[in-house]
């Protein structure tokens, strides 16, 4: 059976460039970029060079980027350290995040709320999932130590005004992070036009490697380090750099800003035609996030009285890969807090669908979903009636 | 290529089950339920612990074939546990099991394998199935009789049969752990056992206190004679045959015999006044694909543990029978099913009523 896999939010492959210039750094350049000798030298080197290249394709300067394991850890490194080092500072307890975070962010945010004694403040999200900056603007005050919101949202593809929060908390002095994760394979990431003082970035949404990933840290912003030991990364991450995969997420990111506008223009289309033709052929659906301002490769629905982990089951044995707003392995789904949320119904949020393109897409690929999709649809319908008589 | 869905639990029969059909060429995909538990005991819900899960899913991926985990525990709820709390309360020993088979694995479980375009389902029973001359499916025993599962199977119609797979009933448990180590999938068992996937390992009595208070009234205890000797913990407490747990002292030893449901008392009696020579059947499914039209010699089997015993079968209609013994049977218990075999094929079976 041919597969399309249809989720690229979730990951993309590697970039064939990408892989080509890691290749090196496995076993040529092996070295340890602490070391002192020569081996050690190429490396760090390479590590550097991977910097410049990563700090000037998002406007900073080298020193202000440092090498995470991910999107994941960036985010962690970005709460976690900033909080406990405003909190020695300033005194500051208060973390302001929206509803609609990735866990990344929304766990964290929890974690140092239940451990650590920092109260947060859940943001609220219009209808589309968007956070508006007058919602930030009344909740900010001196004592508030991190904002983070995110860039785009990896469910609802939906993108926040950025630039007008980042300039709300400038003004307080206070700072600002936002997860680009989702957001950095088509949207600029210029952290000066953005005003952002940290930023994550995580290196397989755009054609890199799973594994490494960024945050990018303005300098005076104060940050403690989470993960500690031979003081790599200035102090702020400890442990020996990854090098070959460092590597890959420079040429992947170069490529993804070089080649952005052919990208977006290429997954729009596909995207536009996916998006119609759900709402066309599927009785009972709802586009969900924000109908232009989205990420360009994202689709995302719901199906009234469909259960969605049942309907990827359903799009998988038919070869689709598409994924849902519950991620869900065991069979047990909840609807998506981010469409609660958003303010749907029940009964509508348990049935959502997300329907992600990237450069491979083909037009054909996309026409064999639409012809699938209303079949998929029917027959989760049909069994899930069955389920609750 | 033909696609056929395999029903998984993460043991060792159903991975070789889906291995063994993976080399035949089939298109195979793998499913498993998720059953309801009480709120909070999720995790110990033998049929599908997290740990059987990721197991199944391991295989699946070791397997190359796609995995899913079907969601059953809103309908397993509404049709299993009431089926097991409604037998209580008519005074039975329910086997929720067999409604299971019945309802949720060949009848929910299918649909959703029939929605993705598979023909057949397949599962890790220790059963084989014929096709006969006049076109009729045979559900027969295991080639491995010491594992033969066909009782539980006894309640699949000719239509779910033509749909069915079981890959395994031709070979001996030792031949399929050997199977297991040449396709390299794990070759642990899930330990043997009668308890109910939803009681979590707890005893059935504990359950029915927190879900059915109603039904644990206590009430007389009577002999075969009316008398009344003693006070029970309520009807649902005891099985037919129990001679532990009644509170009463008598020179001789005492066995439940009865259940009066209408006067919530229990009957007691001596061993010799225990066990029937002739019990009624309901609910028949003639598992062969023909209503027999006479009477007829079969080996009976009135538990999934019990050892079979000759008896003569008397079908009266469509799907009841009356079947009697040469000795009295000492553990006959409504609620549990009786299924008849003629060498190694399953005739039929049905509900013990009495």
Request: hydrophobic share 40%; with cysteine.
């Amino acid at each position: 059976m041919k597969r399309v896999y249809l989720d690229y939010a979730a990951t993309t492959p590697l970039d064939e460039r990408v892989l080509e210039a890691m290749l090196p750094y496995f076993r040529q350049v092996f070295g340890n970029p602490s070391s002192v000798h020569f081996y050690g030298q190429q490396a760090e080197n390479a590590v550097e060079e991977a910097r410049e290249r990563i700090a000037a394709l998002i406007g900073a300067h080298p020193q202000e980027i440092v090498f995470t394991s991910g999107g994941s850890e960036a985010d962690n490194l970005a709460l976690r350290g900033v909080a406990r080092a405003r909190r020695e500072m300033v005194g500051a307890r208060r973390i302001l995040t929206a509803r609609v975070e990735h866990a990344a962010v929304a766990r964290t945010a929890q974690a140092l709320e239940r451990e650590e004694g920092f109260q947060v403040e859940w943001l609220e999200v219009d209808a589309f999932g968007i956070v508006h900056p007058e919602t930030v603007k009344q909740a900010l005050g001196p004592d508030v130590a991190l904002v983070s919101v995110m860039y785009a949202n990896n469910e609802i593809g939906s993108i926040n005004p950025i630039a007008e929060i980042a300039a709300l908390c400038r003004a307080q002095g206070v700072p600002f992070h936002t997860d680009a994760v989702q957001a950095a394979a088509y949207l600029p990431i210029d952290v000066q036009a953005l005003g952002v003082d940290l930023l994550s970035l995580g290196a397989h949404k755009f054609y890199g490697p799973k594994g490494v990933g960024a945050l990018y840290v303005r300098q005076g912003t104060p940050l403690w380090p989470v993960q500690t030991g031979g003081g790599q990364e200035a102090g702020r991450r400890a442990g020996t750099h990854n090098v070959p995969y460092i590597v890959g997420m420079a040429r992947a990111l170069e490529l993804a800003v070089e080649e952005r506008e052919s990208r977006r223009a290429w997954v729009q289309s596909l995207r536009q035609r996916v998006i119609e033709g759900v709402l066309e052929r599927i009785p009972q659906a709802r586009l969900t996030g924000h109908p232009l301002y989205r990420l360009p490769n994202h689709a995302s629905f719901v199906f009234k009285g469909v259960d969605g982990n049942l309907l990827l089951q359903l799009l998988d044995a038919a070869g689709f890969a598409c994924s849902s707003g519950s991620a869900c392995k065991s069979g047990q789904p909840e609807p998506s807090e981010v469409l609660l949320a958003c303010g749907l119904e029940r009964e509508w949020a348990g049935g959502s669908l997300r329907v992600t393109l990237g450069a491979p897409t083909t037009a054909e690929e996309v026409e064999a979903f639409l012809d699938v999709l209303p079949r998929c649809v029917e027959q989760a319908r049909a069994l899930q009636g069955e389920q609750v008589r | 290529m033909k696609r056929v869905v395999v029903a998984m639990s993460g043991g060792v029969d159903s991975s070789v089950a889906a291995a063994l059909l993976r080399e035949q060429g089939y298109d195979v995909v793998g499913m498993m339920l998720r059953l309801w538990s009480e709120p909070g005991k999720e995790d110990s819900n033998r049929c599908c612990t997290p740990d059987s899960m990721a197991l199944a899913r391991r295989v699946a991926a070791r397997l190359g074939i796609p995995f899913y985990v079907i969601d059953a525990r809103e309908i397993f709820r509404q049709t299993v546990v009431e089926y097991f709390l409604e037998g209580y309360r008519r005074g039975q020993t329910p086997n929720p099991c067999l409604l299971c088979n019945r309802q949720i694995r060949w009848d929910f479980l299918l649909r959703h394998a029939l929605a993705i375009g598979a023909e057949a389902m397949a599962t890790g029973h220790y059963a084989r199935l014929r096709r006969t001359e006049d076109g009729r499916y045979e559900l027969l025993r295991a080639v491995d009789r010491t594992k033969d599962q066909s009782y539980v199977l006894y309640v699949l119609t000719q239509e779910k049969l033509s749909r069915a797979l079981f890959p395994i009933g031709e070979y001996t448990k030792e031949q399929v752990r050997a199977l297991a180590s040449r396709f390299g999938l794990p070759t642990a068992s899930r330990p043997d056992s009668q308890d109910l996937c939803f009681l979590a390992g707890e005893d059935y009595r504990a359950f029915l206190r927190r879900n059915a208070p109603e039904m644990l009234q206590p009430g007389p205890i009577l002999d075969t004679q009316g008398r009344k000797i003693g006070v029970h913990q309520g009807l649902a407490a005891y099985t037919i045959g129990q001679r532990k747990g009644l509170g009463i002292a008598a020179p001789y030893p005492l066995y439940v015999i009865a259940k009066d449901v209408s006067a919530n008392a229990l009957i007691v009696g001596r061993a010799e006044e225990l066990g029937q020579r002739s019990l009624r059947v309901g609910q028949i499914n003639w598992t062969c694909g023909r209503v027999p039209e006479a009477p007829f010699q079969a080996e009976v089997k009135i538990r999934y543990t019990a050892r079979e015993v000759p008896g003569w079968v008397e079908p009266q209609g469509e799907d009841r029978a009356e079947v009697r013994f040469e000795m009295a049977l000492r553990d006959v218990t409504p609620g549990q099913a009786a299924v008849f075999y003629q060498g190694d094929v399953l005739i039929g079976g049905g509900i013990i009523e009495g």
